[in-house]
């Protein structure tokens, strides 16, 4: 018996096909057998608002094509791009390892596995963000991100909207 299997939380909400459903008091099991289903744990969703760095708007990026909002054929190769830039940022093996793994898995069109492989990033670029807003804060120069060329990516991926 194969397929996606789904385990639900007492309450945990979940996106399927546009439709959102909650699971009851109880733990629950379920196992999707469509192929092309479209299905969203909104516990791993990000709200548009909060896709304000260059990890969470290639993540939102990929979240629309998991919801079903998004054109594979469209997204994918423009968020294949933006995490070859994220690779040029990014120096530690942990993030260099998920954000490779992230590519590996848009490249072979599955979307979910590189939004899991990006959260593994986002408290690298966090931490990131945060040690330049306090060397901006310190000193009037602004912080020189890691590029070769001095010039940070800044992933904006085209999504379609709905």
């Known amino acids: 018996m194969s397929g996606l299997v789904l385990k639900l939380q007492p309450g945990e909400q979940i996106l399927v096909n ?3 459903m909650q699971n009851g008091d109880r733990r629950a ?18 709200h548009p608002d909060e896709a304000n760095t260059p990890v969470k708007r290639v993540y939102y ?7 079903g909002e998004g054109d594979p054929a469209e997204v994918g190769p423009v968020l294949e791009n933006d995490i070859e830039l994220l690779l040029d940022v990014f120096r530690d093996a942990e993030s260099r390892e998920a954000l490779s793994a992230a590519h590996k898995h848009i490249c072979d069109r599955n ?7 990006l959260k593994r990033v986002l408290p690298m670029e966090a931490k990131l963000l945060s040690l330049g807003a306090e060397k ?5 120069a602004p912080v020189a991100p ?3 060329d001095g010039s940070a990516p800044n992933p904006q991926p085209t999504t379609a909207s709905s």
């Open 18 to 20: 546009g439709v959102v």
């Open 29 to 46: 099991q379920l196992r999707i057998k469509t192929k092309d289903a479209h299905i969203l744990r909104l516990r791993d969703a990000i």
């Open 61 to 67: 990026a990929a979240q629309l094509i998991v919801a």
């Open 111 to 117: 979307f979910y596995f590189a939004m899991r492989e």
């Open 136 to 140: 901006d804060g310190a000193s009037a």
């Open 146 to 148: 890691a590029g070769s």
